[in-house]
């Protein structure tokens, strides 16, 4: 019968940095170019930032910059604040990031410039997807393959596809174990992790949910 | 011979340079550089040619020649374009030109992709075939050092050749520049499988330990560096000071003597003067290629630091963090890229606050054995040459692929 059943594919991003050449030194030229980049900068500086892996106080680039170089703390958390996930468009991240820098400025001085070399350069990407081969058939299969891939992997099922597939809140995971094994309720799990509270760290988490079921499943406990 | 890599480097960047090779079978792609041994660019194309051939690529590897009188000219315009002042006349920049195209002769630019390394071939492009200019073969121009602030006339003379590119790398963003070709960016990286990396058995680091007279009988700090005034020797020995009040410990200085420098000797000098008699100091002058000797004193150290204070980018870092020490680095050029400040290692911006750090690692080995891991880690996903390769072939097939910014293999 799993012969039958659409396997899952697992597929991975790896994202080429280019540089647009623009910079700012200052809050008011990070305003006015976050306004003016392409949508492929402003992604890679929001949604990518869960890419890199090591999430610390902040959750985006900006933020990150907000914070580290402007040294306006404040400011930083307002903008580490915005959701990417539950916004629908780059567009509306885009409205958001300048709305809160609008909103500082109207309330707080100018911050200084930051120090030379501390500008915040934009950049974008270019993504190259690959299939890793690794396919899986079921939950079981799927349990040993989300422990072994890359965090690359984990990163275009996870958090890029609700860019990709505009829906705004589904995963590649969840959406295969609901449609294709029809586990709505695992499903429905998966669904609940935050995306914008873990970074790639949802590895383990998506881990302890199938594992539950597979050892459910095992010991003949209904769903 | 992609395999030696298999379970040392990320599955993803060794599986995507399988399939862009897939895609580039058959393909020519030729790398020019100025030298064929020395550097860190001669020690990627050592690595990386064999293994690109060996995946179906046919590529080449060739080196520019020139004169003493042109390694001058174009030492000073490295120089320059890293913002150091130097006196240039109409004759240098025509001397630079004129051995670019005696070596179009001799070197076979007829390829797929072109991959041009660093200012001294730059001018080659000039005599690209008419033919390739609206073709699809690919012209990059890979710009391996700190050009933040070049000096603007020698910036503008490099730029007229830069522009014809179809492409530029730099290895930081901020030394991108506004132009009118794409600019990616390609931080450096470094060998796993190489001498100066590669894992040594104790009876190889002890003998090390022996040939340059090193106890191992307290914590050992330790900095590799040329000795110049930019890796702040001083700075390094003033921390020692601060720490030797508190934790007993030794010193190592090592490095290669800046030969291109003409401060070096006196610079030299300066150190050994500074550190007195102290026998807890090892100040070690090493050849430029004692890469195992590095690697060894790498591996015997407790805490490694780079205290610069300007780097273009400061490969040491990775080189320390790979072998799982805790790192401590100045703020300046690629380090902060490596070091994650408080989970890698830490970035200082004073002595004060160097010395406070070498304490806090050798008070907390829990914590200097965590941050050591982390930076392996660290290191695996983002400083490795299989990665470095692979941004290379994916800039080539983005650049063969124009304004797609999502390409599927």
Redesign the interface.
Known sequence: MENNIEPFEFK?C?S????T???ASNLSELRKLISRVGD?SIFHHVYQYFLK??M?EYTNDFAHWAGEHLEERALAERLSSIDPYTLKSVSEVRKELIREIDDFLSNFPEPRDVAP?S?F?F????????P??VKTRNLAEFLVAIGH?????IYYHFYDSRVRLGEGVVDDFSRWIEHTLYRKKVADKIRAIDPFMHSIESREHIKEIVEECVRADMEGVED | MIRQYSGIV????L??IQ??CDKLKGKSFIHVNSTREGGGVAEILQRMIPLLKDLGIDARWEVLEGDATFFEITKKIHNALQGNREKFTKKMWEYYYEVNRKNKKNINLNADAVLIHDPQPAALIDFRRKSSRSGKKIWIWRCHIDV?HPVSGVWSNLKKYIVQYNSAI?SV??F????PI?????TPSIDPLSDKNRELTDREINEVGEQFGIPRDKPIILQVSRFDRFKDPIGVINAYKIVKKYNDCRLILAGSPATDDPEGEAILNEVRDYAGNDPDIHILLLPPDKHKEINALQRMSDVILQKSIKEGFGLTVSEAMWKEKPVIGGA?GGIPLQI?H??TGFVVYSVEGAAFRIRQFLNNPDMAKRMGQEGRE?VR?NFLITRQI??YL??W??SMNKG??????
């Open positions: 991975q790896v080429i940095v280019k540089s050449g623009k910079y492929e892996g090591h610390l070399g500008e350069y950049n974008e990407t270019v993504s190259l997807v690959f890793v081969g891939i890359d965090a690359g992997s | 990320p599955k993803g960047d599986l995507l399939k862009l933040a730099f963003s901020k991108a520049k506004s132009l794409d600019e990616f960016i390609v300046v994650v408080g989970l660290y996903n692979r941004d994916s800039i097939y983005c797609k910014h999502v390409l599927e293999l």
